[in-house]
Structure formats: structure tokens, C-alpha cells
């Protein structure tokens, strides 16, 4: 090993060692919750890595790692738990690339009786206290372009995003065919031969144009999604149209994913039904609903919660161009 990597992974320690201190500083505990889940969850373009496990009596159960603590840490919610944080290896099967690993490491926490805009909040604070206390500065030079992460963080919608950076307007185009004919007239090229959802459209701008564009002076909180977009997050009650889910980005990588959460049952089990729809068609496993996941969001109170991704905020912070570059002992 190279002093560089010995040096990022030291990094990676301090980081590790920095998130731990500042939640309980601000008041969170940290739990652990099991990676053999019964359910990985539905999000349609992620492939879970599935195993069987032997009971004494010869019985074998399908289970699968996690690709998030998400859901058994919503149930701790539903159960009365009130802040809570877990740093933890993660699984997503087929993610391998520059900022991509099929293990790697996640933090996630949740705020009960909270929204997405607290999220925020803790983000700025997270960032600049890692960045004080790992770096001893504010500024990081990360490949070759200083970016200021004290806060406030640059907050932008993604209609005014889109329209900065992508030039179309998602707020006026709000089907296919029209974001599609305007993103041609744009000057984005789509095969002519194939259809296109609004997503596919939407992805298609968001990624040659407005994503890596986003943070690169100041990390950007990228926030209120069209409501196709929502996952796991509620829908903004003056206008059902968006939904109250953000983005982190620094350098334009994502670095976390965020929601005030939906805790309506009726409306999760809903959207479950469509993403396993959603997955027969695009030819993956259809994956059980939870199940006893439904049956806790019904006794959620209000809450918000995020996933960061912690390897990618030692990326950072070591100004590495490669996941790798930050792990011991990558999967190549």
C-alpha cells in the first residue's frame, strides 16, 4: 500500500470518527439494524444481491443484503425512536465504476416530528464541522477547483435548475411528448425510433447538462422533485405536483439522497405496486413488499430521513478522482 492510500484510509477514519461525534452532540443514538433482509425494496433500477440461508431443521429462506437500513430504520420510528443514525456496508449488485462499489458504506438518519428542510439544516452543519475538524479549513481543492463548503448551501428547485443549466422547462412540460419535443428543439438528440418516457427524457437533460454542473462553488441542495420522482417521500401538500425530496451535490457527485417521508401506508403500498410493475417490465426480480414496514408507517409520526454516501465524501475530502482510491480493498 502507497502513502497515499494510507493517508486517504486515515482520512477515512477521522471522517468516520468526526460523523459519530457530531450525532451525539446532537443528541442522535446510533443503531444497528440487520443487512439479511426479507425485502431489499422496489426502486426499479436497483438489483439486489439475494442468498439463501439453512436453518438447523435443513429449512432454506430467501433473504438478500440490504442496498439500504432504510426500512428497518422507519420501523424504529413507527416503535417511538426519535434521532437516530447508522453508518453501515451497504449492497447494490452491478454498481461498479469511478464513484460506484457493490459494497459500500452508508450513513443514514432520521429525525422524527422533522421535515426535509431540518435534513438540510443537519447537512450544512455535518459538512462544515467534518470540514473544520478533518481539513482545519473551509475550502477543499477537489480536482483542481476550490469549492467553499461553510454554509449556507446554494439551494436550487429542479424546475429552476432545469431551466438554468438544461434550458427546458419542466414546470410547463409536464408530459412526454412535450418535454420531449422541447428538448429537441434544445438540442438534446433522441433516437427517433424509440419512445420515451418523461423520466427518460427528464434523465436524459439532467445528466449531459445539469448535473455536473451542480456544486462546484458551493456544495448544492438540489430539492422538490416531479411527483414521478418521489420514491420514498411525501408530496408537497400545497402542491401535489412536487415532492419534498432533495439532493446533495458537491463537485456534481451526489453525495446523499434525502425525503420528508411518507408515512400514508395506503399511498406506499400503492407505489410499491407500481415499481414492482415497473420491474416486470424492465426484465428484474419483482421483490416482496415489507409488509411489516406498512404496518409501522401507519404509527410514523411526520419524519425526514437521508442516505449519504460516505465513501464518496472521502473521496472528497482526499480529492480522489476513484472510489477506489478510498477503499482498502476494492471490489475491481
Known amino acids: 500500500m502507497n502513502e497515499k492510500m494510507r493517508n486517504n484510509l486515515i482520512r477515512r477514519f477521522q471522517i468516520i470518527q468526526g460523523i459519530r461525534q457530531f450525532f451525539a452532540g446532537e443528541g442522535f443514538i446510533e443503531i444497528e439494524t440487520p443487512s439479511l433482509v426479507s425485502s431489499p425494496g422496489m426502486e426499479p433500477h436497483l438489483d439486489a444481491l439475494e442468498l439463501f440461508c439453512a436453518y438447523p431443521d435443513g429449512t432454506r429462506i430467501k433473504r438478500y443484503l440490504h442496498t439500504s437500513p432504510e426500512y428497518c430504520m422507519k420501523k424504529l420510528l413507527g416503535q417511538g425512536w426519535d434521532k437516530i443514525f447508522q453508518i453501515c456496508r451497504v449492497f447494490r449488485d452491478g454498481e461498479i465504476g469511478p464513484t460506484h462499489q457493490i459494497e459500500f458504506t452508508m450513513l443514514e438518519w ?12 443537519d447537512c450544512e452543519k455535518l459538512i462544515g464541522v467534518l470540514t ?12 483542481g477547483r476550490g469549492i467553499n463548503l461553510s454554509a449556507p448551501f446554494e439551494r436550487l428547485t429542479v424546475a429552476q435548475a432545469m431551466n438554468l443549466y438544461g434550458g427546458v422547462e419542466i414546470e410547463k412540460n409536464r408530459d412526454p411528448l412535450s418535454l420531449l419535443q422541447e428538448a429537441k428543439a434544445k438540442g438534446y438528440r433522441f433516437d427517433p425510433q424509440e419512445a420515451y418516457s418523461y423520466d427518460h427524457v427528464f434523465f436524459k437533460v439532467f445528466l449531459e447538462a445539469v448535473e455536473p454542473r451542480l456544486g462546484n462553488a458551493h456544495p448544492t441542495i438540489l430539492y422538490d422533485y416531479p411527483v414521478s420522482m418521489a420514491a420514498l417521500a411525501r408530496l408537497k401538500p400545497e402542491n401535489p405536483l412536487w415532492a419534498e425530496r432533495f439532493e446533495l451535490y458537491i463537485a456534481g457527485l451526489e453525495l446523499a439522497n434525502a425525503f420528508s417521508e411518507l408515512n400514508d401506508p395506503k399511498e406506499q403500498r400503492k407505489r410499491f405496486g407500481e415499481e414492482q410493475h415497473l420491474r416486470e417490465q424492465l426484465g428484474r426480480p419483482v421483490h416482496p413488499i415489507d409488509e411489516e414496514l406498512l404496518n409501522s408507517l401507519s404509527q410514523m409520526p411526520p419524519s425526514a430521513g437521508i442516505a449519504l454516501g460516505v465513501d464518496r465524501l472521502v473521496m472528497l475530502f482526499c480529492d480522489a478522482s476513484s472510489i477506489e482510491e478510498v477503499i482498502a480493498f476494492p471490489l475491481k
Do not use: G, H, P
Open 110 to 121: 432520521y429525525r422524527a416530528n422533522a421535515d426535509y428542510k431540518q435534513i438540510m439544516e
Open 132 to 143: 473544520e475538524k478533518v481539513l482545519k479549513m473551509k475550502t477543499i481543492n477537489y480536482q
